[in-house]
């Protein structure tokens, strides 16, 4: 079997990616290039200067990558990209780049699922033992995915309303904490020496899905209630409430998942899984349940495209390829 190199491209939200991995599962090169400096001031993703940004650095980072994995273009044996979903136009920015290269190079082109990436980019770390469970929690996406088989997914629980990371992003703009606020509130969970208890969002006695709307407003009522009083707000203690609430509901909803469809392992990716405190809860209650625990390292968490490549190469090995029609899809399903 020779060496085979697989060129990924992702730009689906406010990260310019470019990654060479070799062989499916060996990370040559990870370019990153985040645009959060730009959004910040905006309080969040502005989607018309995302796709600009990703036009002035996409042949930046391409270039980059390939120097860095210090592999020549023409030893480059696919060109995976992120087909969706997320925002279209910067999408398209890298749906066109993929196709324009795999045309100059005259190699397969393999569009992907940006959430498969997330599951895959475990692929990256150790073996995948089938099924397995996948708790999905990203800025976009809160699911939990049954893997039966390699590529064959089954989405069993999802959000109703705002993504994990969506609520931690408007529960940090409410205490006044910088885009995008999923850190700093999970810092300040840490720190806290209290708790506000918050209401926890079961839903009916046997859904696997999520609602994380209930919660953030029990926030905001909490600091309205506080401002209207003239009392200080409690930003810590809130934070640690909120916190506890998210990872109670989550990490039950994803253990009780994995033990009705007889999971062999657990996944978390996305890039909520760089919370301290729900990887934590996760490896607990995995050790006690004797149930394997992948979780990528936080680099592998946030939007990357080596993880695009993680997941292109399960269908690289069966030949499984796009033409040029390739489209860039703001909603596709898994
Ligand atoms: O996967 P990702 O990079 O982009 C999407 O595809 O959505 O996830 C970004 C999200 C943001 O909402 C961010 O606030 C959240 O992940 N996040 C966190 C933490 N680090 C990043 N949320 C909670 N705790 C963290 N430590
Ligand atoms: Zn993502």
């Known amino acids: 079997n020779s060496p085979y190199h697989i060129l990924a491209i992702e730009t689906s939200c406010d ?9 499916g599962t060996e990370v040559l090169s990870n370019v990153v290039s985040s645009q959060i400096d730009t959004h910040r001031r905006f309080g969040g993703v502005v989607p018309e200067i995302a796709s600009r940004k990703h036009v002035e ?41 993929a196709k324009s290269l795999a045309l100059a190079l005259d190699v397969p082109l393999i569009g992907t699922h940006h959430i498969a990436g997330h599951i895959y980019a475990n692929r990256l770390i150790g073996e995948i033992r089938y099924p397995a469970l996948a708790l999905v929690v990203s800025g976009g996406h809160t699911e939990l995915v049954l893997l039966e088989a390699e590529g064959r997914f089954r989405i069993v629980g999802r959000t109703r309303d705002d993504a994990v990371g969506e609520a931690y992003d408007k529960v940090a703009r409410a205490l006044s904490l ?7 509130v999970d810092r300040m969970a840490q720190e806290a020496e209290d708790a506000i ?8 006695p046997d859904s696997y899905d999520f609602s994380f709307s209930g919660l953030k407003s029990a926030v905001l009522a909490e600091i309205n209630r506080a401002n209207m009083k003239g009392e200080p707000i409690r930003a810590h203690a809130l934070a640690r409430g909120f916190q506890e609430s998210v990872i109670d509901v989550v990490t ?8 009705e469809f007889g999971a062999s392992q657990l996944l978390l990716c996305g890039g909520v899984a760089a919370n301290k405190g729900i990887r934590a809860r996760l490896t607990e209650l995995c050790a006690e349940a004797a149930l394997p625990l992948l979780v990528p390292p936080l680099k592998l968490c946030t939007d990357n495209a080596a993880m695009i490549a993680a997941a292109a190469d399960l269908k690289w090995r069966c030949g499984q390829f796009d033409t040029l029609d390739l489209k860039a899809e703001a909603q596709l399903s898994l």
Do not use: C, F
Not at 15 to 23: G, H, L
Not at 178 to 184: D, E, I, K, M, N
């Open 15 to 23: 990260e310019t990616s470019v990654a060479v991995v070799k062989n």
């Open 57 to 97: 650095s996409i042949t930046v980072i391409l270039e980059e990558a390939l120097a860095e994995a210090g592999v020549g273009p023409d030893r480059i044996d696919a060109v995976a990209v992120t087909q969706g979903p997320g925002l279209v136009g910067a999408l398209l920015v890298g749906v066109v780049a």
């Open 178 to 184: 910088p885009y995008p606020g999923g850190p700093h």
């Open 197 to 204: 208890e918050l209401p926890r969002a079961w839903l009916e």
């Open 252 to 259: 039950t909803k994803a253990m009780r998942a994995a033990r």
